[in-house]
């Protein structure tokens, strides 16, 4: 008995490495410091009532940052663990096997669970106030939608301590991600981590298309809304046809380990191309999910900061959409060596290099945005002016690689590293933070520290450079992707150290940025205008933080740029207008989207290790969260006036 015990634990808990029994501690102490906090202060009704069961979008979103942000350090831990490996030739730092995982969760965890809700929480944040709306269209859905995101998030943490890490890659191919040659849990935890956080994508991307389409202030036309809202509609017009592909992808590979399914291994007539153009059908439109949005948070900075109406307002829709058709169209570059022959290569490669033309139309747009405007050097501003550059060269290298023939030689080698890290970390990571450090002053009511921001600025940007760049030469001299170790012979060394000492800049400007975040918490400027930096859209009418109906009285839109019109008209009428109230009509708050997420955890924890009766359980759980539901009809109330007026005097504006 004892025996079996032992034995169940040693396969249960991953023993035997020093770094995990620190993590073992680590988070058996967050866990009782956040317990003893919360119960010294007695913060159990307060996190319940206003954090758990919250519906109110803002709140929402700042949940997605936050766990966006600590995702960002975990993968950015495993970022460093990678190229200290790497710096030397020889190197035993980690083993073979433990760099398999790493890299995995790495990529994983910094698409998936970093820059998917990153993308989220401005989502949440700012959508329904640029729309002028009080909430997203299914607020009680959204809440769903960010409790699944951050349940399979934390499925898929939880590998790293109990079963092990996946180390198949971030897309899992098979067979190296089959029974054979993955038959610990490490796989399964892969499958349904992403599987219930991307349920949870796909329903947002319903729910933002429907609060777009649905409830936009009166007189907002589609070619009214500002150019972030765009972006988002752009972004979730792929994730409605991107995710469902995913979920079945995974499904299928399920089936594979699960049932012995051999659809993706060539042992039973399966086949493993199979599964590679699935995954990456859903693969590439991923990474235009994550950037688009990030175009739009640039179109909403440049405009403000250059103090300019943005250049070509009509080009950016155009192209955005454009953008957002093409990139279903561009899949097989991921994979031009398959052996699909001349013509199919030349298809998409001529697909993946006209993706370069309606973007290369927005850099053109924001340069002449900015041509002749009175530019404010802001922090958004100097994240989004060292964006262009970086992303012009992402893009360049991106064309090299879409060349098919030339891409046999660049195939899976570090230049392809390179590259894409330069388009995601130029584009996607430099375009949140740009947000980030945007509508910070609008979600919190106070501005980040500028000096703390430029040394973050500085540290990140010379980091990027300097540990990128070499890696675009190694992969000329023959550095592949994937490898843990090398020779001396092999001449890699130098630039590698170069790289790994690039990766600690930018570790140090993460630092700063977390530094900048408390300095602010306690130094921070109060913004008590809710429009500190004279913006253009409707967000910036209302107090920081907004009142959790966001629009006491919902604005008229006359044309775009709403927000800048209503002053333009208000400085020459030189009157300010009293509104009358009526009371508002708000959803209440619900337990429900919590109480199931962890449901489908326990689900999930089941699926994984193959414990079928906890798999039901959990899955009967959410069945009768679903039913509890559908039974709760007094799911709404309204603020009366004089509550209103009450919120709207302590803010100290009307209007
Ligand atoms: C913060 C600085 C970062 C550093 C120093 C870094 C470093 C690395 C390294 C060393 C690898 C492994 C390369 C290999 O051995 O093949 C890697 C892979 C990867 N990284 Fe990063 N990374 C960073 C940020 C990011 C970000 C922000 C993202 C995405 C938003 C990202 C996405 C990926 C992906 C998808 C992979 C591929 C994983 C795989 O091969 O399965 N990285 N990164
Ligand atoms: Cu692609």
């Given amino acids: 008995m004892l025996d079996k015990l032992k034995d169940f634990s040693s396969h249960f808990f991953v023993t035997g490495e020093p770094m995990i029994y620190g993590a073992d501690v680590a988070i058996l102490l967050t866990l009782a410091g956040i317990i003893f906090v919360l119960t010294y202060l007695k913060k ?16 929402i979103g700042i949940m997605y940052m936050l766990s966006s942000l600590l995702m960002l350090f975990r993968g950015g831990v495993d970022a460093l663990l990678m190229r200290m490996q790497l710096a030397f030739p020889q190197w035993h730092f980690l083993d073979s096997n433990h760099y398999n995982e790493i ?17 989220f929480a401005f989502f949440n944040i700012v959508v329904p106030l640029q729309i002028g709306a009080r909430d997203v269209a299914y607020p009680f859905l959204n809440a769903v939608s960010f409790w699944l995101f ?15 890490s996946p180390d198949a890659g971030w897309l899992s191919y098979p067979p190296l991600s089959g029974m054979q040659f993955s038959p610990g849990p490490g796989q399964d935890f892969y499958i349904w981590g992403i599987q219930i956080s991307g349920i949870g994508s796909l329903a947002s991307g319903i729910n933002f298309i429907m609060t777009i389409l649905k409830m936009r202030a009166p007189g907002m036309k589609l070619m009214h809304m500002p150019l972030f809202t765009w972006s988002v509609l752009a972004s979730c017009i792929i994730i409605i046809f991107a995710f469902p592909v995913l979920t079945v992808t995974l499904a299928l590979l399920f089936i594979d380990r699960f049932f012995d399914g051999h659809l993706f291994t060539m042992t039973g007539g399966g086949n493993p191309m199979m599964y590679i153009n699935l995954i990456w059908m859903w693969g590439h439109p991923e990474v235009y999910i994550v950037v688009l949005p990030a175009f739009g948070i640039f179109s909403e900075i440049v ?13 950016m829709v155009f192209s955005m959409m454009i953008i957002s058709v093409l990139s279903y169209f561009t899949w097989v570059h991921h994979f031009f060596t398959m052996g699909a022959g001349a013509n199919v290569n030349v298809f998409f490669a001529i697909t993946t290099m006209a993706i370069g033309i309606p973007t290369g139309v927005k850099v053109f747009n924001w340069l002449f945005t900015m041509f002749r405007g009175r530019i404010q050097m802001t922090q958004p501003m100097l994240w989004t002016i060292a964006f262009i550059p970086c992303f012009v060269v992402g893009g ?4 090299m690689l879409s060349a098919a023939p030339a891409d046999y030689q660049y195939h899976n080698s570090y230049f392809l590293v390179a590259h894409f890290h330069q388009v995601l970390i130029g584009g996607v990571v430099f375009g949140f933070f740009a947000g980030l450090y945007y509508w910070w002053p609008k979600m919190f009511g106070f501005k980040l520290n500028d000096r703390l921001g430029k040394w973050a600025f500085w540290t990140w940007n010379i980091g990027f450079y300097v540990c990128f760049m070499p890696q675009y030469a190694l992969g000329f001299m023959g550095m592949t992707r994937r490898i843990y170790t090398y020779d001396f012979d092999m001449g890699w060394g130098p630039l590698n150290v170069i790289s790994t000492v690039g990766a600690f800049f930018m570790g140090i400007g993460f630092i700063f940025q977390a530094w900048q975040i408390l300095h602010g918490i306690k130094y921070g400027e109060r913004d008590v ?8 859209t409707l967000e910036w009418s209302i107090p920081s933080p907004p009142p959790h109906y966001n629009f006491a009285v919902i604005p008229t839109v006359t044309g775009q740029d709403a927000w800048w019109t209503i002053k333009e008209e208000r400085k020459k009428k030189k009157a300010k207008e009293t509104a009358a109230f009526s009371p508002i009509h708000m959803p209440k708050n619900s337990g429900i989207p919590f109480i ?4 489908w955890f326990i689900a999930g924890f089941g699926l994984t290790f193959h414990w079928v009766w906890v798999a039901i359980f959990g899955l009967t759980g959410v069945g009768a969260c679903l039913l509890a539901r559908s039974f709760q009809y007094n799911s709404d109330y309204y603020i009366p006036v004089d509550e209103i007026q009450h919120t709207e005097d302590s803010v100290g504006r009307v209007g």
């Fill in 44 to 59: 159990w009704k307060w996190l319940w009532r206003e954090w758990l069961t919250t519906v109110d979008h803002k709140k």
């Fill in 103 to 119: 890299f995995t969760t790495h990529g994983t965890i910094m698409i998936l669970f970093m820059a998917m809700p990153l993308m």
């Fill in 150 to 164: 951050f349940f399979g998030a934390m499925l898929f943490n939880l590998s790293f301590v109990i079963g092990g």
């Fill in 303 to 315: 405009a403000t900061f250059s103090q300019k109406k943005i250049f070509g307002y009509k080009s």
């Fill in 396 to 399: 360049a290298t991106g064309v």
């Fill in 529 to 536: 205008t809710g429009d500190p930096w004279n913006g253009r």
């Fill in 596 to 599: 199931m997420s962890i449901f």
